[in-house]
């Protein structure tokens, strides 16, 4: 584990609280690794989370339909 001393202004404290106390954590450090994880997941790689996968995954079983003018096809110049 990596520790580290930062600087955040009083609103970011207060918010840290409030997750904190809404997810019954010990301390500020647990708050802070949440809020990370959380932001990470929908920043980082959405393409990779599971709901995605399975998407595709349903998505190579549909039936596929051959064309011959791709751009007549879907009204393209």
Do not use: C, W
Request: glycine content about 2%; aromatic content about 6%.
């Amino acid at each position: 584990m990596v520790q580290a001393m930062i600087r955040i202004s009083e609103e970011t404290n207060q918010i840290l609280n409030v997750v904190k106390a809404k997810h019954n954590l010990k301390d500020k450090s647990e708050a802070i690794e949440k809020v990370v994880l959380d932001y990470g997941q929908t920043l980082l790689e959405p393409q990779l989370r599971p709901e995605f996968i399975e998407k595709i995954s349903k998505r190579q079983k549909e039936k596929t339909i051959e064309i011959k003018d791709f751009k007549k096809h879907f009204g393209l110049k």
